[in-house]
T-cell receptor, first 114, second 114 residues
């Protein structure tokens, strides 16, 4: 039972390059989230999904796209990376709306955009 | 507009003493509060939570107090241990629409000195 896993753990990109971050969960949770954490900024929500095939924007969605084609996976895409997207990215999951409030986080992906 | 505020970026406490971490919020629609703990290079992990219908919740060495009239909550750790050294995030959930999102504070770094 791996919980929430994130791939890759670390990546260096050049400005303008694209990449996809993968989040996978084996807890059968309905909700999934992508956050970014920057020094002194706490955790800010980028996008989230309340079920397979659904996505919605969070607090800081610009420059990112997401997809939830399968319930267990939530992908975060950067089409044209910018230095401002240098951050640590965390995926989180949660059970359905009435089943629990707690979000469970993955170990994070550290992204450096040069 | 920062709706969840952790005004102390850092806190140092002697081992065995009490650690008190504070959190203030501005949105009266918040009805559920959580504390997360984060070690370096790891994802946040859930610590303890409290519903707005309660004023205290205890779990072992950890107690969360909620003062709704003051829009203030605090996390007490007694006795503090070196392993408690981490960044602590306060998070809040809004009732009704948007209840699947959490709003995080910027975190407080706790250092427990042996």
């Amino acid at each position: 039972n791996a919980g929430v896993t994130q791939t890759p753990k670390f990546r260096v990109l050049k400005t303008g390059q694209s990449m996809t971050l993968l989040c996978a969960q084996d807890m059968n949770h309905e909700y999934m989230y992508w956050y970014r954490q920057d020094p002194g900024m706490g955790l800010r929500l980028i996008h989230y999904s309340v079920g397979e095939g659904t996505t919605a924007k969070g607090e800081v969605p610009d420059g990112y796209n997401v997809s939830r084609l399968k319930k267990q996976n939530f992908l975060l895409g950067l089409e044209s990376a910018a230095p401002s997207q240098t951050s640590v990215y965390f995926c989180a999951t949660r059970q359905g709306s009435a089943l629990g409030e707690t979000q469970y986080f993955g170990p994070g992906t550290r992204l450096l955009v040069l | 507009d920062q709706q969840v505020k952790q005004n102390s970026p850092s806190l140092s406490v002697q081992e065995g003493r009490i650690s008190i971490l504070n959190c203030d919020y501005t949105n009266s629609m918040f009805d559920y509060f959580l504390w997360y703990k984060k070690y370096p290079a790891e994802g946040p992990t859930f610590l303890i939570s409290i519903s707005s219908i309660k004023d205290k919740n205890e779990d072992g060495r950890f107690t969360v107090f909620l003062n709704k009239s003051a829009k203030h909550l605090s996390l007490h750790i007694v006795p503090s241990q070196p392993g408690d050294s981490a960044v602590y995030f306060c998070a809040a959930r809004r009732s009704g629409a948007g209840s699947y999102q959490l709003t995080f504070g910027k975190g407080t770094k706790l250092s427990v000195i042996p």
